[in-house]
């Protein structure tokens, strides 16, 4: 807290000293009313949105220095990014669900309409090059968005072509060996009709965290980020335009997380991996969309919007962390995905609302080889021999006798699973006038999927059984004891190869939506909702006993206040949320007991949670500006257990990376002409990383990232110095107390931009 209290000094300081020469500012820049958010599709300027939403613009994008998504998860209020690139959460509620359970998205990312994958979202070209906008909703999509929104939207539109030529350039390095060459080209091909625009975007990295077993960089980058647009407005179709997309990313680096060996003195300045087999990941992704709009006069329009995506990822992985060789894991991945919405809009002077019809089709595959060092299951041991009427003392040495001869029982594993999910859905938003300043609101969603999941797999014995003898005399209790075992061990191997048949599942669901609103002024309205949330039931494998098991559809009720406010003719804007989230029939992860594998979803969990977000930006003068953000937010377990196998009550714990607080904020100081500087930070409260007891071995500490940026614009050059976490915060990532392995947050970066705009 030192470092925001800091800032918040200097701030305040610079505030006043701005304060002096401040003037009316409103014709100049109007503020948050200039920002327009397009994620509930409908077009409605930032403070004429209830729901909870942050909007990154081009401007701020430019100002912090944000590279990729993640640096923006870092400065939203009540958002955080989990462990590297594979995640985050939405007011404490993970993408990827808050205890691992289901095989849907909780929160999903669209680049230019397309839905990226939940589970290799690494792979998602969502760097901000380029980028016009980044919408972050906060709650329940599952009205507008449906699919996999429960716990909000990140919404990533990249720029438009124009009729006026514009090419931009940008060259960048820090000394984190960190390079970014840069460009983009747009402009007319017919003038008024025809429009095009390209970019690209080529990163490169060496990481922070050096293996020593290979000699080489553990989590490096290369990415290459392809983009093609085209706008057409033909003069013979008044109202009409087409627009299509193309993106092409290819990105090789570090596996979704870097762990680093913790064991060794001072671990954050000597970032050391011993793993023998490589830690990376190598993707392809093509995306392209078609987005078609025409307004057909009376306050009508007509979008269709058509969204096409291949993924393919493989991945590697070194399953003990070790320089020891025997154990690693490959996963090959490819989900191609296609969607076509297709929405009828209406703006009237009392009614305005939406209604739309959507279809989605994803099929996924995955291949994945092994070699997996299974900890031996000393419980499940000792209760097979007290089967055999063996006393509960002697079993439990006998098993612990067997540990200590294989503590891990390595096993060759070979999968492969095939899933398809097909849904449909009707959804409508609308807002009646009652009055001028009274307005109710509502939605609804009729939702139906289909999803489809097969699994093969063959598991085989990969090492040396105990020999009996070194136990005991030939023909002893305890030579057949562990005779027996060995054939107990083979068996649980065994027992792991199979196939599950492919079983279709549907679920429908129709989650309505109603609200108020109340427009006191023209500066000042507030509103109240609420509405269902949703994710469909499914098919989970379990890898230890290969089968499917199904589990079924969790729900949420959320309630929501909202103010906007705008103060000091628009110069100033106070906004804020207020929710409360009950869930019910949660899907969590549980494990059964046979080994660590034992593991499939069930619906065991029921929770709550409630918090705020409170969100201010102020234009003082032309030459200060500052903003802040504050999200608060407590999530809780109120049932999570069941009574099959070994699994415990786990209620009363928290979801994993759900701050209690978030808080950020910036400033910009343009003190002479050409020179402007950036000075931001944000703060995030302590975490647990997993839902486990006692989960205070889970703690993460709370961190406070300070960053800066200081340009002079030279047209047509902008030279620029900048520096992330300028007081060289250490803080972990992911980590558990007593584990030799972490992931790590990054180090202080300094560096140097030079951009080239015409």
Do not use: C
């Not at 300027?45 to 993640?70: F, G, H, K, W, Y």
């Not at 999968?415 to 300043?437: E, Y």
């Not at 002024?521 to 507030?526: F, P, R, S």
């Not at 069930?602 to 234009?619: D, I, M, T």
């Amino acid at each position: 807290m030192r470092h925001i209290f800091l800032v918040s000094t200097a701030l305040a300081a610079l505030s006043l000293a701005a304060k002096a020469q401040a003037q009316d500012t409103a014709s100049e820049d109007p503020g948050n009313n200039a920002i327009i958010v397009t994620g509930e599709k409908a077009e409605r300027s930032l403070q004429d949105t209830n729901t909870s939403v942050a909007v990154i613009t081009p401007r701020r994008i430019e100002q912090e220095n944000l590279i990729t998504l993640q640096d923006v998860f870092q400065r939203t209020a009540n958002v955080t990014e989990t462990y590297g690139t594979a995640g985050f959460t939405i007011r404490g509620i993970a993408n990827y669900g808050v205890s691992g359970g289901g095989d849907a998205a909780l929160a999903t990312v669209y680049v230019d309409g397309a839905a990226m994958p939940n589970n290799i979202l690494q792979a998602a070209p969502t760097d901000l090059w380029d980028v016009a906008q980044v919408e972050i909703f906060r709650g329940p999509q599952s009205t507008l968005q449906g699919l996999n929104a429960l716990a909000g939207t990140v919404i990533v539109r990249t720029v438009d072509p124009g009729d006026d030529w514009e090419v931009r350039a940008r060259a960048k390095y820090s000394n984190a060996d960190e390079s970014q060459f840069a460009v983009a080209l747009g402009g007319p091909i017919v003038p008024g009709e025809l429009a095009f625009r390209v970019s690209a975007d080529k990163r490169d990295a060496d990481g922070f965290t050096w293996n020593r077993t290979r000699n080489t960089h553990e989590n490096p980058l290369d990415s290459t980020n392809l983009r093609a647009k085209l706008l057409w407005t033909p003069d013979a179709l008044p109202g009409f335009e087409a627009r299509l997309s193309y993106n092409h990313y290819e990105r090789y680096g570090g596996y979704r997380f870097s762990y680093t060996d913790v064991s060794v003195p001072d671990f954050f300045e000597n970032r050391i991996n011993n793993s023998d087999y490589p830690n990376d990941s190598d993707a392809n992704t093509d995306i392209a969309t078609l987005e078609l709009g025409y307004d057909l006069g009376n306050g009508l329009s007509l979008t269709a919007i058509s969204a096409y995506s291949d993924v393919e990822e493989f991945n590697r992985f070194d399953n003990d962390t070790t320089a020891e060789p025997g154990a690693y894991f490959d996963q090959a991945n490819d989900f191609k995905t296609f969607s076509q919405e297709l929405r009828l809009n209406y703006e009237g002077e009392r009614l305005s609302g939406l209604l739309g019809g959507f279809f989605y089709h994803r099929d996924q595959g995955q291949l994945a080889h092994s070699l997996v060092p299974v900890p031996t299951p000393v419980t499940t041991i000792s209760q097979l021999l007290q089967a055999n009427m063996v006393p509960a003392a002697t079993a439990d040495y006998i098993a612990g006798l067997y540990a200590a001869a294989l503590p891990g029982i390595p096993v060759n594993y070979t999968s492969t699973s095939d899933s398809r999910i097909q849904t449909m859905a009707l959804f409508g938003d609308l807002r009646f006038k009652l009055t001028d300043r009274l307005s109710l609101l509502g939605g609804f969603r009729y939702d139906r999927e289909t999803n489809r999941t097969a699994l093969t797999q063959d598991t085989t014995f990969n090492g040396v059984y105990p020999d009996p003898a070194d136990f005991g005399p030939v023909g002893s209790d305890i030579y057949f004891a562990i005779m027996g075992i060995n054939a107990g061990v083979a068996a649980l191997v065994a027992d792991a190869s199979g196939s599950a048949a492919s079983v279709d599942r549907t679920f429908e669901a129709f989650l309505p939506k109603a609200g108020i609103e109340m427009a006191w002024t023209d500066d000042l309205q507030t509103a109240f909702t609420v509405q269902r949330g949703y994710r469909s039931g499914g098919s989970s494998t379990n890898t230890a006993r290969s089968e499917t098991f199904a589990y079924d559809p969790e729900y949420t009720w959320n309630y929501e206040l909202s103010l906007r406010s705008a103060w000091l003719d628009g110069a100033l804007t106070v906004n804020a949320n207020a929710y409360y989230v009950d869930w019910t029939d949660q899907q969590t992860a549980v494990n059964f007991g046979l080994n660590l594998y034992d593991t499939h979803t069930v619906n065991a969990g029921k929770s709550h949670l409630y918090g705020f977000e409170l969100e201010v930006a102020h234009r003082v003068s032309r030459m200060f500006d500052w903003y802040a953000a504050l999200g608060h937010t407590k999530t809780k377990f109120d049932e999570f257990d069941t009574s099959v196998g070994s699994f415990r009550n786990l209620a009363g714990l928290e979801f994993t990376y759900a701050p209690r607080i978030t808080l950020s904020g910036g400033m910009n100081l343009r003190p002479v002409d050409n020179l402007s500087i950036n000075l931001n930070a944000s703060y995030r409260s302590a975490v647990f990383s997993q839902v486990s007891n006692p989960q205070s071995d889970y703690r993460l500490d709370g961190r406070t990232l300070v960053n800066v940026r200081a340009a002079y614009d030279f047209e047509p050059f902008t030279l620029a110095i900048f520096a992330s976490n300028l007081f060289d915060e250490d803080y972990i990532q992911y980590g558990a107390a007593g584990e030799p392995m972490a992931v790590l947050g990054d180090p202080r970066v300094v560096g140097a931009s030079i951009d080239f705009r015409w």
